[in-house]
């Protein structure tokens, strides 16, 4: 296909990702954001293999790993600290030939948005897009596009005009907090996750040995707490190090608070005229496989490799969906099972079962059971410059 002009809707991870890759094939971009700050850019995220190569395949892979901590020893335990189950990170690199990551997300934004021509992200709200002709209305201004890449999120508008008859997202049953802390925490190991019942406690390390930690409750959505560290404190005190010590090096400002939504329901397509669904906007998963980036990121490579292959923008966008949509609602299914038999869990004896099921597993089948979701090699990405 031709290099055209496309507009991407977000500019969160899917959506920078989405614009590298056009640009990287030869395409104008424009990617309009309605946030000056995106909300979650206090929190942290573990990015694995396949997002590891999306990202290289778009030509942000080795300043993203730079900037990124090595997860090389991992473990899941009860809330007394006893061992459930350990994660060989090094046993995962030697497989998939990449590490898993941890970095907060406002490293990685920014090392996104850095090789943006200037002027290409442009603050604005987008009031409608009209998927035949491309033509996207924001309150800056009309813009013409070829291809119109809606990266906008669980919520997104333009989803919801594109696929009016759709279910949108769902409450999961979870609601998470999670914060980076303050300072370096040196007790912390790389990455961690604790299962109670319907409790889930988890830290990953960053490079400057600071951490994010994130508390996964079974709730209804809506509920909040009036002092949101406290009621943390109060959960998750008897619990073992470094838990308490991670929520003491935190600020209690700090601590972001979000209900898990997903989109339960399969959409029928990810794409529509001239717009292609991309990351949460098109498969939003509970985060129990650490996949919502990783999936949003492969895309990305795959949207700009279709795109540069294909003859037209409706054998592209046909490509993309056969290409994307069965790998990520696979995927998105996947994490459920896993948040009811992990996190969600919580009678006491299917917990008990749980522990001692994943006490008896051997290493091999747990490192299998990641490579089946990691282990993703990205399309041949023919650059505007090959």
Known sequence: MHPGTAVVVGGGIGGLAAALGLL??????????RAPVLDDAGAGISLAANGLRALDALGA?????????????????????????????????????SPIVGIPRATLHRQLRAPLPEGTL????VLSVDAASGR?????????????????????????????????????????????????????????LTWGRGEE????????????WHAVLNSPAGVRFPDPLAELHRRFSGWHPPIPQLLA????????????????????????????????????????????????LEDAATLAAVVAAAPDCRTALA????????????????????????????????????????RLTPS???????LRHADWTPPTLHTAAS
Not at 122 to 125: D, G, L
């Open 122 to 125: 442009r603050i604005a709200e």
């Open 24 to 33: 990287r094939v030869g395409w104008r971009v424009t990617v309009v954001e």
């Open 364 to 370: 091999g089948v747990a490192v299998r059971a990641i």
């Open 136 to 192: 996207v209305t924001t309150t800056e201004g009309t813009l013409d596009a070829e291809l119109v890449v809606a990266a906008d999120g669980i919520g997104s508008r333009v989803r919801t005009a594109l696929l009016p008859d759709a279910p949108g997202p769902s409450h999961s049953g979870s609601t998470v907090l999670r914060a980076i802390t303050r300072d370096a925490v040196p007790a912390a190991g790389d990455f961690e």
């Open 201 to 212: 406690f988890g830290h990953i390390r960053f490079a400057d040995g600071r951490a994010e």
């Open 319 to 358: 490509c993309y969906d056969a290409a994307r949509r069965p790998r990520s609602q696979a995927v998105a299914l996947a994490a459920r099972r896993a948040g009811r038999m992990g996190q969600q869990l919580a009678h006491p004896l299917g917990v008990a079962l749980r522990n001692t099921a994943m």
């Open 249 to 296: 090096a935190t600020d209690p400002a700090a601590v972001l608070h979000h209900d898990v939504a997903e989109l339960a329901t399969p959409l029928p397509t990810f794409t529509g005229g001239r717009v292609a669904l991309l990351g949460d906007a098109a498969h939003a998963m509970t985060p129990h496989l650490g996949q919502g980036a990783c999936q949003a």
């Open 61 to 97: 892979g080795p300043q993203i790993r730079a900037a990124a901590h090595r997860q090389l020893t991992g473990a899941t335990r009860t809330p007394s600290g006893r061992l459930l189950a350990r994660m060989d990170g090094e046993a995962l690199e030697r497989a998939l030939g």
